[in-house]
């Protein structure tokens, strides 16, 4: 079965300060699916990434970053000089191949970034 | 606009009421998803449909209901058997090409 664990249930940091979100998934596919996403206050949910099984090239976005790293099982996500905007809960999920194409997203972490 | 339209955004209830929330997508996916989401929690799989006419529970459908006879829209109905109904109710899509979902902004629902 697959989980997924977002250790962190709340960050808060200052504004411009670097901060990694921590995500630790379990599968024992060999092909499976990384996402992020983020939950502004408004609710919903914004898609920010996909990394598939096989492409452990770590990713960059403007002030977005993932490290994956299949020895560890983790896939985790840096914002780099966080801003006010970034406040939101972010979900980890992984969804594994041949099924539903129903991903088990982590339980979130809550990031608050201060002015 | 395309998009995922979830209505409305705010929703009150009487304790045994039905309740039905809609979920309208015009970006041409072929599943639809709802899930649930309480304070401090993941999102939970209510119902799925992969096509019209077709829909599967997921790990929490006791109490809810769907219907899918077009491919635009699914909704779900809460009914009265639902012990816990007060959540935050969110409406997704995938395409069929990729495992990405999209989602809508969500319903809150209040049971008074």
């Known amino acids: 079965a697959q989980k997924v664990t977002q250790a962190q249930t709340e960050i808060s940091v200052v504004e411009k300060e670097d901060v990694t979100l921590d995500c630790v998934y379990e599968t024992r596919d060999t092909t499976y699916y990384l996402f992020w996403y983020k939950q502004p206050p408004s609710g919903e949910l914004v898609f920010l990434i996909r990394r598939n099984s096989f492409d452990e090239q770590n990713e960059i976005s403007g002030r977005y970053s993932w490290n994956f790293q299949k020895s560890t099982s983790s896939f985790n996500f840096t914002i780099t000089a966080s801003q006010v905007v970034d406040s939101a809960v972010y979900f980890c999920?992984?969804?594994?191949?041949?099924?539903?194409?129903?991903?088990?997203f982590g339980r979130g972490t809550s990031l608050i970034v201060h002015p | 606009d395309g998009g995922i339209t979830q209505s409305p955004k705010y929703l009150f209830r009487k304790e045994g009421q039905n309740v039905t929330l809609s979920c309208e997508q015009n970006?041409?996916?072929?599943?639809m998803y709802w899930y649930r989401q309480d304070p401090g929690q993941g999102l939970r799989l209510i119902y799925y449909?992969?096509?019209?006419?077709?829909?599967q529970k997921g790990d929490i459908a006791e109490g809810y209901s769907v219907s899918r006879e077009k491919k635009e829209s699914f909704p779900l109905t809460v009914t009265s058997a639902q012990k816990n109904p007060t959540a935050f109710y969110l409406c997704?899509?995938?395409?069929?090409?990729?495992?990405?979902?999209?989602f809508g902004p969500g319903t809150r629902l209040t049971v008074l």
């Open positions: 970006l041409n996916h072929d599943a």
């Open positions: 999920a992984l969804s594994e191949s041949g099924g539903s194409y129903i991903p088990t």
């Open positions: 997704a899509t995938r395409t069929g090409y990729t495992d990405t979902q999209y």
């Open positions: 449909s992969q096509i019209v006419n077709d829909f």
